[in-house]
């Protein structure tokens, strides 16, 4: 009997399974609902909700409702790799629509949902219709794209998954030919938003339906808690790669991981591997590695210790070898996994429980997508349960309380990678807390619940400017001088009454701010209390980070707003600046907030 299409994508292909019967969580519905609503105003919006909670379940219960409002419209999911289709292949099934997959040699007949790659979608072909002279179908061209033989007018609906791809040109030429339709819709999806490239989604898309962060999956019990672990790696030195793209340079990231001798070599494969077996403790492992050659390696160095079961999977790996490597995976007989950029997205095994990332990075969305491999929480444990709390509960007493993320750094120079940290400090989080908490985790030398030490950091911080601020007014003098009889008070508050000098009232400690670094926060709007309190790390800590503000968070330095952000200068001073004051990156900055932006 022959396979169907299906059928033969899921033998090269290994998907989990996903339940028939599907039942919207609270913030799924809240998706949907919110996807309709921008809908009504919007012909582009977006969901954004972290690894593993379910953005495909959403789109699927879109399509089904989509379909039923428009029974005579087609719908088409674009996505960007195999894994993925697959998914959404059974996504479509599970709430009854017919789908037909358009790509390679495969095509879609009629079928109300079309799935397809963009690779596809965007490819050229010869025209049939014509010898490359007066044809409507190329234009002459001779030539034209897949996506040429669909109907702009019969597809209502384009839904694109891992959509933080959806600025490239290949999505934007494939979109702009179904956007021919007036009436057209686009729901993009993502776990991941931000760019390292910093173009930002709100040039292709208008409004953000619904947004839920990983700190607030975790928190209502939709994901377990993340703990994290730093492992120095001697030797390690990161420092002169360079930086491509936003990111660490992938060939000379990887050679740094390698060492320049067979010795060096051989000393930092095992400065990785002996501390991820030690730390997984026979949990099942993840591994990201900085190059192909580097997972290779790796996978062998694991295999030297007895006991140990790893494999690894790089772009060239079989189709065929790769499903059965994933499943022994899934299946417990191969406790580690080692990849190399191949199990960022479309990966879904709910008992892998240790993240191992030797690769480090300086995006934020990179990071969110390889941490968010081992968030998920066992198969059927928080299913049912209506309150945080009771969520919590079933996470903390399952065989996975948690995730663990190994981080392998070595001498990182001026280089900022991103960290467990990073991507769970929400907005109100200052910079000198998440410095000192990163500081304290580094120290520690074990796995660490980073938000705790985060809120102690916090914590520890308003102590000490409560005890410098009762010193400071214990500090306030009265001098009394007696001339002539007569007595003259005169009280000195030397944060108050006169405007503080940092380089006449400030005596920096051996490890304390700087007088040009306390002179310079006072500049950026910190108080002279608070500044003199920085250590010379914390406060360039935060001096890069005030620096580093755009747009909005831009920081005034001088008149009488200094230290406020731009958006909280009144308008009329912003438009005195912008005539009066020669200042192009000040000018570039006010420009940037004052550019409409629809979300």
Partial sequence: MQLSLFDELRERLEVPEVEPAIRLRPYQQLSVDGVFERWRTDGSTMIVLPTGTGKSVCFSAIMDRRIQERPDERI???????????????????????????MGGQRARDEPVVISTVQTQAAWSRCRACFGEGCDDCHGRGKRRRFQRFQPRD?????????????????????????????????????TPKRTDEVGLHNVCESVAYEMDLKQAITEGWLTPIRQQFITVDGLDLSRVKTRKGDLAEGEREQAFLGETDAEEEMLLHAITYPTIEAAKGRRTLVFAAGQEHAEKLTAAFNAYEGIEAEFVIDKTDRAERRKIIQRFRDGRTQILVNCMVFTEGFDVPDAAVCANARPTKSASLYQQMIGRVTRPEAGVVDGLDTDEDRRE?????????????????????????????VLAGDDVEPIDLQAALIAAKKSGTDVDIEELIEKAKTAREES???????????????NYARDGQIYATDVDIFGGRQFDPFADYVPGPSGASQRQVAFLMKLGVSPETAVGYSKRQAHAVIDDLKKRRGGEFILTFGKYVGRPLKAVPKAYLDWIQKNIDRKDLQEQIAVYRTPVPF
């Avoid at 998954?161 to 993502?190: F, G």
């Avoid at 400017?465 to 001098?479: F, L, N």
């Fill in 76 to 102: 088409l999911v674009l996505a960007h790799r195999e894994e993925l289709i697959l998914q959404a292949m059974r996504h479509a099934q599970n709430v009854g629509l017919k789908a037909g997959i358009e």
């Fill in 394 to 422: 079933a996470i903390a007493n399952s065989g996975k309380p948690h995730c663990l993320v190994l981080d392998f750094t070595g001498d990182c120079g001026n280089h900022k990678l991103v960290s467990v940290a990073d």
């Fill in 465 to 479: 400017e409560k005890r410098k601020e009762e010193e400071r007014k214990r500090r306030v003098q009265t001098r």
């Fill in 155 to 191: 597809f209502s609906t384009v839904i694109i998954d891992e959509a933080h791809h959806a600025v490239a040109e290949t999505y934007r030429v494939c979109t702009a030919w179904y956007q021919q339709n007036p009436r057209l819709k686009i729901l993009m999806v993502t776990a």
